[in-house]
């Protein structure tokens, strides 16, 4: 049967919501490059030379530097396996190899990021950017209208979802790309908690799904929060609540390839023991940023909070006027639980020390009960306007449409644009990717920060990473002693290398990557270090040091003596093909950290891979000739992509199936 009412509605909301898209894709400066602060590359070698330079990049937004250093390096990555027809799940740039789409924050599988997979990246990621803003305030939208509000009230719950100070900083992190889908998935709990039907589990198994491939597990726990907070709300029976819970499980079902990897590489991390985590509340002080969107002293991306000085007064007369409505209530305890877990007072406070979690990012959820009560002062505004004679829907769209242009106004320039471009390439950098390799680059101190070399596809002994393989992490300090620093992050110094650099040579490090200004010479190095480096290029964006005892990145080893040949037949990111001469056996040892899922087959016949994780990887290899197949299949992904079958066979049974409707319950 036909709905043309509603194929009006939908043509009608598309037409509306199209020319929004282009005022914020203009006014934030989409359409004049990436939306990235990638001028903090001015700050660092090998592209500080080009500072200043009519064509050069200028240094901005330095509280931005996760989406340069980590963000778009990994897209620059998983784009290139995916155009060779390859699953982007290994990175070899950094750390001797890391899993990549075990990596939640890679977020690979969110659709909200598929813009950039698919597209060139100027304009892919700014288009991803912008469908996290219109997830968001369309969801908003229409959770407002399904709690009852107006259209206007709806439209002014759409514009601080999607244009909030909070939604707006994290934009291009993987924090939006999971909180854009939470209005959706609040809007379809209270839709299988009213209705027991198979479609209200589905809403709810697709939207959690899409919450969980956003890839900020934090952001996706607290949203699970305000989800029950949601369900509870409603005071549904048994049997209105088990749909919704079907439907998260189900949710997680579909997630499974995403999610299973991912437990894995937790499991494996320095995460999952709490290492470089800083969870301290924010300060009592920083609740100034819900009336500014600056504030001198506060972190500008931590402590966003601006919902618009029109939407504060609203939110309060809405949670006055609503108190006694369960909903309301509800929204009323949600944006309190989410303002004390984020500001310092003892509950927080106790919420830091007990856990890694970084609570102070719960403003990222603020917005959504913040909104819904503003929008619900908005209407009780408007019925009071409409009992005085006044033009009640004007006023009320003309408030909806102030806040929405004074949350507009506040997003802009609070992200860089970059050149359509944002890889400058260098003489040195020009150096390394002449040499076919393959081989190891270890940038000392802040030379090359971590991860950019993954853009180059470059293999780095260093990395940036929030999981990060905790073995590997310890093995490494062998090599040296590896630090922050306030600028950055896994940093070593020219002289915290070890001495003799036995780690260097065995883990295929063949060039070192010095800031130019460093006025001693590679002999230097040699004479204070007992190394054996060779200065190979210098210029004005840096030095490069050959080390000339550094071992093939496959080789076979025998009584600890390099014996035999290794030929490199294929080499992708998942997959090594060896041609292997050992006159008398031994080890072939690849120099490419050890992970679960690693797979060998000696002449076909599979082999077991030893070494252990995070270290280098060895397979036992008997006298003669042999072909030798290294290949990444990971058993996590695998399971998880038959768990996702079954969850989808199971959703399209239920949809199948014809069932009775438990008749509708309000929940307001």
Known sequence: ?????????????????????????????????????????????PWAPELGRPSGLSPSASALSDPVWQFVPWVEMAKRELGAGRLPLWNPHQEAGQPLLANAQSALGSPLLWPALALPLFP??????????????????????????????????????????????????????????????????????????????AGVAATTALVLAGGHPETAM?????????????????????PALAGAVLGAGLAAPLLLPFLEYLLQSAAWIGA?????????????RLLTPSLRGSHPIEAAAYLSVGVLPLAVAGAFTGRRERDS???????????????????????ASASTVRWSRTLLLLPIPVSLLAARGLDGLSTRARRAGRAAPHLAFGIAAGCAAELLAAARGVHAVAPENPLLRTPILERLAADPGPFRILPLHTFLPANTATSLGLDDLRGYDALAVRAFRTGREKAGRFRGVPTHTDVVAPWDLARGGRELDAWNV??????????????????????DLEEVYSGADGKLLLNR???????????????????????????????????????????NAGYPGWRAYVD?????????????????????RHRVDLAYRPLSFLLGLLVSAVTVLILGAGLARPHRSMGSRTGR
Request: with cysteine; glycine share 10%; aromatic share 6%.
């Open 276 to 288: 470089d985590r800083y969870a301290a509340p924010l300060p009592l002080r920083d609740l100034l």
């Open 1 to 45: 049967m036909s709905h043309p009412g509603r194929a009006v509605r939908v043509t009608l909301a598309v037409g509306a919501l199209l020319p929004a898209a282009l005022l914020v894709w203009s006014v934030l400066g989409m359409h004049r490059g990436l939306l990235l602060s990638d001028g903090l590359r001015g700050h660092f070698w």
């Open 604 to 624: 076909g016949r599979p082999a077991r891979v030893g070494g252990g994780v995070g270290r280098r990887q060895e397979i036992d290899i008997a006298s003669g």
């Open 222 to 242: 607290m949203a699970a929060l305000l989800a029950a907070a949601f369900l509870v709300a409603g005071g549904q029976d048994r049997r209105a609540v088990a």
């Open 124 to 201: 892919g990621w700014n288009l991803s950017l912008l469908l996290r803003l219109l997830a968001s305030a369309v969801g908003g939208y229409l959770l407002a209208r399904d709690l009852g509000r107006s259209r206007a009230a709806s439209l002014l719950a759409a514009s601080v979802c999607g244009l909030s100070g909070p939604f707006v900083a994290w934009l291009e992190h993987p924090h939006t790309l999971t909180a854009g889908a939470v209005p959706w998935l609040l809007l379809a709990v209270r839709r299988a908690g009213r209705v027991a039907r198979p479609w209200a589990s």
């Open 510 to 531: 063949k060039y070192l990557l010095l800031h130019p200004q460093f006025a001693f010479s590679a002999a230097t190095m040699n004479e204070r270090l007992g190394l």
């Open 329 to 351: 209530r509800m929204l009323i305890v949600a944006s309190a639980s989410l303002l004390v877990a984020a500001y310092a007072n003892p509950l927080s406070d106790l919420l």
């Open 549 to 591: 005892r550094a071992k093939s990145r496959a080789r076979v080893e025998r009584n600890g003596r390099d014996e035999g040949a290794v030929v490199i037949v294929d080499r992708t990111p998942t997959r090594w093909l060896f041609d292997v001469t050992a006159p008398a056996g031994g080890t072939l040892v690849v120099a």
